[in-house]
Structure formats: structure tokens, C-alpha cells
């Protein structure tokens, strides 16, 4: 790797005050590695962007935010490691792997989100400077940037998803849009972990979420670490709990919504908006405007991830289906927006989201 030291110190280094997946320390990036929660935490550094691509890929690191973030950092590796060949008038090997980074997950679109933002970082910093220092400089600055914003964005819409919840509510959430899914404190967890603070979350029922488990391993391992009443549910059990149980708000991330108001999240969310309709129970999707994709003009448009049978027919390479037998394995569904009782980002409350009410939420 490319020495650090005639880049600024003070950009070597950042680690949020509070918990978060993800860490820049002395200009490499470290990432918790999920697969192993919540029994071993394991952190793994890296140095190069191709490296930080199988990361994504291979769920070290996971969650539309966190994805998106951990990308950024990529670039910026990509520019430490090539500092030696690069020129302002060929900036190929850090395309190149900005491309690489891109192809890592196609349906979150805070990666996309990131990875523009550090391309217009890129053309701004090449057609400023022409010193490489320069350029590496202002890509981990926009690194840093992208981190820290997505955290603040996290508490905003926190706050703003915490203000619907009354005193003492029931709250199902499926997956994991926590900590772990973002910079640090979470989306749908944001709320969670916002109310809470205001003495508003009586219970929380987390899906465990077949076959990555984020919300058995993840999910739980976080709320029980925040002290926050947490019972996990198994995927078929989630009927007979929202029948069975006064569950106000059914609350989620997002991976990507469609300008009509769709929201492309884990798969088994489209089946829990039906079942929460039925029983009375709202649902809100928590997520910031970098999930949303307005180009998308509607849901059944989203490119939805389908990852390998063998993530079905396994468990940690134990096969639990006969030899031979194929799985159908597709990372998200996506609800309609008629399912949705609110969309919350940083910016505020989008309710009973609809095509109009979503860009007016983005022109005001
Ligand atoms: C805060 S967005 C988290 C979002 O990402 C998860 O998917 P994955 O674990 O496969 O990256 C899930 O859809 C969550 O809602």
C-alpha cells in the first residue's frame, strides 16, 4: 500500500463517537465482520477496492446505508493505492475500480448514491488540482463526509419516525436497519432506538429473516445491547403475532423506493405489509433520500438481487435440503406504497406516500 505520510493526519482517522460497522484507521478501512455476529466480533482491515467489493458481496458488511459508505471508503483506497501511477489525465485504475465497487450488490442504491458522489468528488478535485495528494485528499475527505452525514441522517429521521409512535407501543421490524445496516444508530432501528429513549417502546418482535438471519443475529443482538425488549419471530410466526398481539407499527428499512412511492426491501417485507394491513398494524419504512431512486418510476422496476440456492439449501455450509434440490433465493421484495402508512427520512414524514407527495417531499 501506498505510504500515508505526506497526506494530512487528521484525515488518517475517524471512528464515530458512537457504535458503527464500519472504521477508517490510519488510512485503512475496517469493517465488522457481520457474518460472524452476534458470537464472535471480528474486525477485518482493508487496503484495496477490490478487496472492499468482495466485501459487499459476500455480506462482511451489509445494509443499504452501510453498503453505500463502505463503497466510498473504497475509492478512496483506490486512489491511496494507485497515488504512484495516477495522473490527473488518467484516472483509469480508480474507474476501474469504482466500476468493480458498482457490481458489487444491484439493488441498494446508496452504493450507486456513494459511488456518484465520489466520481463528482473525483472530477471536481482533478479539475482543481493537479497534485495526486490533492485529489486522494479531497476522496477521503468525501469518504469521511458520506459517514458522518449518513449518522446524523440516521438520528433526524430517528426523531422524526419516534414522533409517530405513541407512549408505549408494539413495534414489529424485520431484518436489520440498524447500527450495523448504516454509519451507526440506524433507520428502522433509529426509530426504535429513538423512541425508546422517550419511554415510547413497550416491545419489539424481530423477524428473523431467512436465510441471512440479520434479524436473529443482528436485530436482537442490538436491541438486547441497547437494552430494548426484543423477541425474535420466526418467519411463519409473524401472522399469528400481529394477530395475536397489539402490534401498533410494523417499521423497516429500505434498499430502494421507486418515484411511485414502492419500497424494494429484505424479502418477506411485501407478505408483512399485507399480513400488518390486515391487523390493523402501520407500517412505516425508515430510510434517507439516498435510497430514493426517482429515475425508477415504478416498484416492479427495482433490479432485485438473486443470490446463490445454496444460501437457501445450507446453513453455514450444512446442507438442510435433500442433495440436488433448487432453491428460488431473491434478497427483497417490494411493497406497493397503498401498503405504507409512512416513508420517514431526514427530511420529515412522507404520509401515505404517493407519487405527488414523494416529489414534493424532494422539492420543498
Ligand atoms: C438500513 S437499510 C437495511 C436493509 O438492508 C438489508 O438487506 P441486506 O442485509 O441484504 O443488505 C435489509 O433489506 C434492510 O432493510
Redesign the pocket.
Same mark, same amino acid.
Request: some cysteine.
Given at each position: 500500500m501506498a505510504t500515508t505520510n505526506s497526506l494530512p493526519s487528521t484525515l488518517m482517522n475517524f471512528e464515530p463517537q458512537e457504535f458503527s460497522p464500519i472504521r477508517w484507521n490510519n488510512g485503512a478501512l475496517e469493517l465488522l465482520d457481520q457474518r460472524l455476529l452476534p458470537h464472535q466480533i471480528h474486525w477485518i482491515s482493508y487496503q484495496d477496492a477490490p478487496s472492499v467489493a468482495h466485501a459487499i458481496t459476500d455480506?462482511v458488511v451489509?445494509?443499504?446505508?452501510a453498503?453505500g459508505i463502505t463503497a466510498a471508503y473504497g475509492v478512496a483506497l483506490s486512489a491511496m493505492a494507485h497515488r504512484g501511477t495516477l495522473s490527473s489525465e488518467d484516472l483509469t485504475p480508480i474507474m476501474a475500480d469504482i466500476t468493480l465497487l458498482s457490481n458489487s450488490r444491484p439493488t %441498494?442504491i446508496n452504493l450507486m448514491w456513494a459511488l456518484d458522489r465520489m466520481k463528482l468528488c473525483l472530477l471536481k478535485a482533478v479539475a482543481k488540482h493537479t497534485a495526486i495528494d490533492a485529489i486522494v485528499t479531497a476522496l477521503i475527505e468525501e469518504a469521511i463526509s458520506i459517514h458522518q452525514q449518513d449518522i446524523h441522517f440516521c438520528h433526524s429521521i430517528g426523531d422524526h419516525g419516534a414522533d409517530l409512535l405513541s407512549p408505549n407501543s408494539t413495534v414489529y421490524t424485520h431484518? *436489520?436497519?440498524g447500527a450495523l %445496516? /448504516?454509519g451507526g444508530h440506524? /433507520?428502522?432501528l433509529g426509530v426504535i432506538r429513538s423512541a425508546f429513549t422517550q419511554d415510547k417502546i413497550s416491545q419489539v418482535f424481530a423477524g428473523e429473516t431467512r436465510p441471512?438471519l440479520?434479524g436473529a443475529r443482528l436485530t436482537s443482538w442490538e436491541l438486547q445491547q441497547a437494552g430494548i425488549p426484543v423477541r425474535l419471530v420466526t418467519e411463519g410466526a409473524a401472522g399469528h403475532t400481529l394477530k395475536h398481539n397489539s402490534v401498533d407499527w410494523l417499521i423497516?428499512?429500505?434498499?430502494r423506493i421507486a418515484a411511485d412511492g414502492s419500497v424494494a *426491501?429484505?424479502v418477506g417485507t411485501y407478505n408483512l405489509a399485507i399480513l400488518a394491513r390486515h391487523h390493523n398494524c402501520k407500517v412505516m419504512v425508515a %430510510?434517507p433520500s439516498s435510497t430514493f431512486d426517482l429515475t425508477i418510476h415504478q416498484g416492479d422496476d427495482i433490479p432485485i438481487e438473486q443470490r446463490a440456492d445454496q444460501e437457501v439449501t445450507h446453513y453455514q455450509d450444512i446442507p438442510i435440503a435433500p442433495e440436488g434440490v433448487s432453491a428460488l433465493n431473491p434478497?427483497?421484495d417490494v411493497t406497493p406504497a397503498d401498503l405504507i402508512d409512512a416513508i420517514v427520512t431526514e427530511r420529515g414524514v412522507i404520509e401515505r406516500p404517493n407519487r405527488e407527495k414523494i416529489a414534493a417531499h424532494f422539492d420543498s
Amino acid at each position: 500500500m501506498a505510504t500515508t505520510n505526506s497526506l494530512p493526519s487528521t484525515l488518517m482517522n475517524f471512528e464515530p463517537q458512537e457504535f458503527s460497522p464500519i472504521r477508517w484507521n490510519n488510512g485503512a478501512l475496517e469493517l465488522l465482520d457481520q457474518r460472524l455476529l452476534p458470537h464472535q466480533i471480528h474486525w477485518i482491515s482493508y487496503q484495496d477496492a477490490p478487496s472492499v467489493a468482495h466485501a459487499i458481496t459476500d455480506m462482511v458488511v451489509r445494509g443499504a446505508p452501510a453498503i453505500g459508505i463502505t463503497a466510498a471508503y473504497g475509492v478512496a483506497l483506490s486512489a491511496m493505492a494507485h497515488r504512484g501511477t495516477l495522473s490527473s489525465e488518467d484516472l483509469t485504475p480508480i474507474m476501474a475500480d469504482i466500476t468493480l465497487l458498482s457490481n458489487s450488490r444491484p439493488t %441498494a442504491i446508496n452504493l450507486m448514491w456513494a459511488l456518484d458522489r465520489m466520481k463528482l468528488c473525483l472530477l471536481k478535485a482533478v479539475a482543481k488540482h493537479t497534485a495526486i495528494d490533492a485529489i486522494v485528499t479531497a476522496l477521503i475527505e468525501e469518504a469521511i463526509s458520506i459517514h458522518q452525514q449518513d449518522i446524523h441522517f440516521c438520528h433526524s429521521i430517528g426523531d422524526h419516525g419516534a414522533d409517530l409512535l405513541s407512549p408505549n407501543s408494539t413495534v414489529y421490524t424485520h431484518c *436489520n436497519a440498524g447500527a450495523l %445496516a /448504516t454509519g451507526g444508530h440506524g /433507520t428502522a432501528l433509529g426509530v426504535i432506538r429513538s423512541a425508546f429513549t422517550q419511554d415510547k417502546i413497550s416491545q419489539v418482535f424481530a423477524g428473523e429473516t431467512r436465510p441471512w438471519l440479520q434479524g436473529a443475529r443482528l436485530t436482537s443482538w442490538e436491541l438486547q445491547q441497547a437494552g430494548i425488549p426484543v423477541r425474535l419471530v420466526t418467519e411463519g410466526a409473524a401472522g399469528h403475532t400481529l394477530k395475536h398481539n397489539s402490534v401498533d407499527w410494523l417499521i423497516v428499512g429500505a434498499d430502494r423506493i421507486a418515484a411511485d412511492g414502492s419500497v424494494a *426491501n429484505k424479502v418477506g417485507t411485501y407478505n408483512l405489509a399485507i399480513l400488518a394491513r390486515h391487523h390493523n398494524c402501520k407500517v412505516m419504512v425508515a %430510510a434517507p433520500s439516498s435510497t430514493f431512486d426517482l429515475t425508477i418510476h415504478q416498484g416492479d422496476d427495482i433490479p432485485i438481487e438473486q443470490r446463490a440456492d445454496q444460501e437457501v439449501t445450507h446453513y453455514q455450509d450444512i446442507p438442510i435440503a435433500p442433495e440436488g434440490v433448487s432453491a428460488l433465493n431473491p434478497s427483497f421484495d417490494v411493497t406497493p406504497a397503498d401498503l405504507i402508512d409512512a416513508i420517514v427520512t431526514e427530511r420529515g414524514v412522507i404520509e401515505r406516500p404517493n407519487r405527488e407527495k414523494i416529489a414534493a417531499h424532494f422539492d420543498s
